[in-house]
Nanobody, 121 residues
């Protein structure tokens, strides 16, 4: 059973930074692509970032490119999202996701965490 548990959300001022973490438990998560989505109040979910199983490939949504950085530590089964230069429009619930392949396109994530709130104001 795959479990994804996010932490590190909270409040920040515009221009500030936060670091989200996601601890992945279950079977061999280090073999799979991990990523992040976010959901704005009253709207659908938006792709944020993804990182391949070995960390050799990353992908970012256009709205966060150059401001957010995804990384992973396979020894700790953890993926991170560093949020920098935050804007009020980054306010959302951030979800950790996992695919069933080492590399994944943005539609390939079938496992989702419970989400962590990020508020920028």
């Amino acid at each position: 059973q795959v479990q994804l548990v996010e932490s590190g959300g909270g409040s920040a001022q515009p221009g500030g930074s936060l670091r989200l973490s996601c601890a992945a438990s279950g079977t061999n998560n280090r073999a799979y692509c991990l990523g992040w989505f976010r959901q704005f109040p009253g709207k659908g979910r938006e792709f944020v970032a993804a990182i391949s199983a070995r960390g050799d490939f990353t992908d970012y949504g256009d709205s966060v490119k150059g401001r957010f950085t995804i990384s992973r530590d396979n020894a700790k089964n953890t993926v991170y999202l560093q949020l920098s230069s935050l804007k009020p429009e980054d306010t959302a619930v951030y979800y950790c996701v996992r695919s069933n392949s080492a590399y994944s396109d943005r539609d390939g994530f079938g496992y989702w965490g419970q989400g962590t709130q990020v508020t920028v104001s």
